[in-house]
């Protein structure tokens, strides 16, 4: 299966209508929550090995690891290496990224749907006003890097910086696969969680964690204080989930491929910690 592709299960809840009144009912009844506790369960530990063999995962430098659950394994910890140069924009995670323009007046388009920037911060729940935040990313770049159930869950800095604070806003659990984007207003509907980083080479930087389907919790290592480029900020529990960076106007120059493939609709692969663009 590609990896843009979705599943038969997203095709049945996302493309169907009755699949979308299952769907509802799902996540009405809480049965992400329960398949949460299942997967973080003894139990679930059966599961890995099938797991990997049908995702053929790269396990090296786990061989003899002993996981306590699924979760502990879907959240294990390894080393990265990362593209050091401070004029370089990193990947923050294992994805497939999308590009898009933020317009003057703070719109941009995704799957279908109009976004604009207050609806991925809800700002005045936090005591920061919609003119803020659109002055400080209007005319800049959304980039948006889908990890897959397969990736590594856990994510870095982009760049050296601070941050003053993690806002956390309660959602839904849908899919973040291609369908269900194409169907539902997802970074307005699921759970997220957002900070403003003040970046040494990029200005300001909004970095915003989606849930979906099964993610039942996203954890950040720091609330307020300092970071350095390729320090880790956090990771994710349980299957695909997605993280958007707004970048401001005139700061970054992606890489002329990134450019060319995403320009057409087309998700690019990317490791965490490569270099995705350049400090203008």
């Not at 009912?25 to 506790?37: F, M, T, W």
């Not at 040494?200 to 930087?205: C, H, L, R, S």
Request: net charge positive.
């Amino acid at each position: 299966m590609a990896e843009n592709a979705n599943d038969k299960s997203v095709q049945f809840l996302y493309g169907t209508k009755g699949g979308r009144v299952l769907l509802h009912a799902i996540l009405a009844l809480r049965v992400p929550k329960l398949l949460g506790v299942v997967l973080r369960s003894p139990f679930s530990r059966f599961y890995i090995n099938s797991f990997v063999k049908k995702n053929k995962i790269d396990m090296t430098g786990f061989e003899n690891a002993k996981f306590k659950s699924f979760n502990d394994f879907f959240t294990r910890k390894k080393e990265i290496s990362f593209d050091a140069e401070l004029s370089h924009l990193i990947s923050p995670a294992d994805s497939l990224l999308s590009v898009y323009e933020i317009t003057e007046d703070s719109k941009f388009h995704i799957k279908g749907f109009d976004y604009t920037l207050q609806d991925f911060f809800e700002p005045e729940r936090f005591g920061t006003s919609q003119e803020e935040t659109t002055k400080l990313f209007k005319g800049g770049l959304c980039l948006v890097f889908r990890l897959c159930a397969t990736d590594y869950h856990r994510y870095c800095y982009v760049d050296n910086g601070s941050q003053n604070g993690n806002h956390f806003i309660q959602g839904s659990l849908y899919s973040v696969q291609p369908l269900a984007a194409e169907n539902f207003r997802l970074y307005t509907k699921n759970r997220r969680s957002w900070t403003i980083m003040d970046t040494e080479n990029f200005g300001k930087i909004a970095q915003v964690e989606v849930g979906a389907f099964s993610v039942g919790g996203i954890k950040n290592n720091l609330e307020t204080g300092s970071f350095k480029k390729g320090d880790e900020k956090g990771y994710f529990d349980l299957h695909g989930s997605t993280i958007v960076l707004l970048i401001q106007k005139d700061k970054v120059q992606l890489l002329e491929e990134i450019k060319k493939v995403t320009a057409t609709g087309q998700e690019y692969r990317v490791k965490i910690g490569q270099c995705v663009g350049e400090k203008k």
